[in-house]
């Protein structure tokens, strides 16, 4: 059974930090490109970072950019984001998703194949 479970979700303090994981059973993220979302109560779902299964290449949401960082450890299946400098507006449900194709490297919630059952982060004093 493929699955993924994200883990590390929280209260945190503007300004503060966290670091998600999301691990896979059932299949390597070799193969994948996995890719972190988000949704906040009342809006869309929005990208937020894809790294590339092929070559580790990544791509950032602009509200994100400098504050966040994608990464993976193959050894242990698992992909992370590590967020610094969390802001009131990153509030969100945090869900990670693997997408098969790693041709290409694009943060379309639409191209993601497996997704995992999101973890919330709630920044707030």
């Known amino acids: 059974q493929l699955q993924l479970v994200e883990s590390g979700g929280g209260l945190v303090q503007p300004g503060g930090s966290l670091r998600l994981s999301c691990t896979a059973s059932?299949?390597?993220?070799?193969?994948?490109?996995v890719g972190w979302f988000r949704q906040a109560p009342g809006k869309e779902r929005e990208g937020v970072s894809v790294?590339?299964?092929?070559?580790?290449?990544?791509v950032y949401a602009d509200s994100v950019k400098g504050r966040f960082t994608i990464s993976r450890n193959i050894a242990n299946n698992t992909v992370y984001l590590q967020m610094n400098g969390l802001k009131p507006e990153d509030t969100a449900v945090y869900y990670c998703a693997a997408d098969r194709r790693t041709s290409l490297l694009i943060m379309d919630s639409r191209r993601f194949d497996y997704w995992g059952q999101g973890t919330q982060v709630t920044v707030s004093s």
């Open positions: 790294i590339s299964g092929e070559d580790d290449s990544t």
């Open positions: 059932g299949f390597r993220f070799d193969f994948y490109n």
